[in-house]
């Protein structure tokens, strides 16, 4: 018996010749890089197609033409048969509705509440930006499983969250699969996570299905072997000689509203050194981050920064801005244009200058960000989760950028980021952030090796594969 039958699915210029099944209650996970079709595979199967592609080819969901079918009858089978995840919750979700309201479009209220209860949602009368990450993706899930579907797609759904609430998220995926007898169909770039979660593997590269039936363990596939390679973690990062302080924070507090951001916040950073600040959402990484950038005043405590300061932002579309060439928004920062040009060279993407950010991929579009905070040859460079939502191969390159440039100018690095692995490798110095405190900083070797503070164990137990 098949749930789902593709044969030769074709999108001009976006997959080409897709095939596949997924028999009931499957686990199948969707791999590849950045543009490999994986997202437009999983809207097929929805139909929620942009009605200007044409698709060909057949792809059927327990018996109906998902691409045939009129709109109405499509809209009947989403919710009922099939469900997705989507990977960014706050542009998923109403920001004018309360979730319990938003659940209950697609059932009864006192369902939607024990729904939301199940997955973990206590707060059922909250507005989306009352939640922090880690709930608002359960309430996406709550929203998915209210049909009772037979088909859940999730579609990279923890991508932006701590490897803690990745855990939790992972975690209550897997129970309501298994208990609900849904078949799975898993996108991520993280094979750590596929591993987990999925029984079986398709490898798309280029829209096109390269390996239909991967073996992660043991490849046998080259370009399935290529990305194994890529999410492998390199090798720590070597212990450098630093010079005289250039960041210090002295007993640093501030507020958010009425939360304590910060609380009591001491660091010293020096000339040349690359430091890594990792903590789960919450913990004040971006306000610690806002303070040295002096974007935000602390409200008591002390903050000396001595050097020009540049940052790589976690979201390169959103810091861009689309109605300008990427020569002109590297210019921004006081390059010339034959500078802009330099360090588009540099990130490779030599001679794209008069084009915007809208004819490039997201991994592009984060080494033009790159690019412009390292035009004027910053002294000091932040990055805050540069890496996050990039595929493995995509990262690796980003990460290998990211060194060459701060190696070539000298300059001191702090590197955001949630996932501690990534920090290892490109920071011999860590500090871990928990409710606004610091509490274990050091070698990230003797950190990793041997943490001291229960919280630092638990983002490194929570770690696919170690």
């Known amino acids: 018996m098949t749930l789902v039958h593709i044969e030769d699915l074709t999108i001009d210029g976006i997959l080409d010749g897709i095939s596949f099944d997924i028999a009931p209650g499957e686990r199948l996970g969707l791999i590849g890089e950045s543009g490999s079709g994986k997202s437009m595979t999983a809207l097929t199967i929805m139909g929620l197609l942009d009605e200007r592609l044409k698709p060909r ?5 327990s ?8 709109p109405r009858k499509k809209r009947r089978l989403r919710g009922s048969k099939v469900a997705m995840i989507f990977q960014e919750p706050m542009t998923a979700l109403d920001p004018l509705m309360t979730v319990e309201r938003q659940v209950a479009e697609a059932c009864s209220l006192e369902k939607a509440r024990a729904l939301l209860k199940e997955v973990g949602v206590e707060r059922t009368s909250s507005f989306p930006h009352e939640l922090s990450g880690g709930q608002r993706q359960r309430v996406l899930i709550a929203l998915a499983i209210a049909g009772d579907p037979e088909l859940l797609i999730c579609d990279e759904p923890t991508t932006a969250l701590d490897v803690e609430v990745q855990q939790q998220i992972l975690s209550l995926l897997d129970s309501l699969v298994r208990e609900r007898g ?16 999925t029984d079986r593997v398709i490898v798309l590269k280029n829209g096109a299905i390269v390996d239909p039936d991967a073996d992660l363990g043991n490849p046998q596939v080259e370009y399935t072997a290529q990305l194994v390679a890529a999410s492998r973690p390199g090798a720590p990062a070597a212990v450098r000689s630093v010079g005289e302080p250039v960041i210090q924070l002295r007993d640093v507090t501030w507020r958010r509203g009425d939360t304590l951001a910060l609380d009591g916040i001491s660091l010293t950073v020096r000339k040349g050194e690359r430091i890594g600040i990792v903590g789960g959402s919450g913990s004040g990484k971006t306000s610690l981050l806002r303070v040295i950038s002096q974007l935000n005043e602390p409200d008591s405590g002390t903050v000396t920064v001595d050097g020009h300061l540049q940052m790589v932002f976690q979201d390169p579309y959103s810091s861009l801005n689309p109605r300008r060439a990427v020569r002109d928004s590297v210019m921004e920062t006081g390059a010339g244009a034959a500078r802009a040009d330099e360090v588009l ?12 950010p809208r004819q490039f991929s997201g991994g592009q579009r984060q080494r033009i960000s790159i690019a412009r905070a390292a035009a004027p040859r910053p002294q000091i460079l932040i990055a805050d989760e540069p890496v996050s939502a990039l595929d493995v191969s995509v990262r690796a390159q980003v990460l290998e950028l990211i060194d060459d440039l701060v190696t070539h100018n000298d300059s001191t690095l702090v590197f955001v980021s949630h996932d501690l692995s990534v920090v290892r490798q490109v920071c011999p110095t860590i500090a871990v952030l928990h409710k606004g405190r610091i509490v274990e900083t050091g070698p990230t070797e003797q950190v990793w090796e041997n943490p001291q503070h229960d919280y630092t164990k638990s983002l490194l137990r929570a770690i696919p594969g170690v």
């Not at 849904?182 to 979660?197: E, K, N, P, S, Y």
């Open 182 to 197: 849904m078949a799975l169909l898993f996108i991520t770039h993280d094979l750590g996570v596929i591993r987990q979660m």
């Open 63 to 70: 018996g109906a033409d998902m691409i045939n079918s009129s």
């Open 345 to 356: 060279a540099q990130v490779g993407l030599d001679g794209v200058g008069d084009r915007f």
């Open 57 to 61: 080819g057949t792809v059927t969901l």
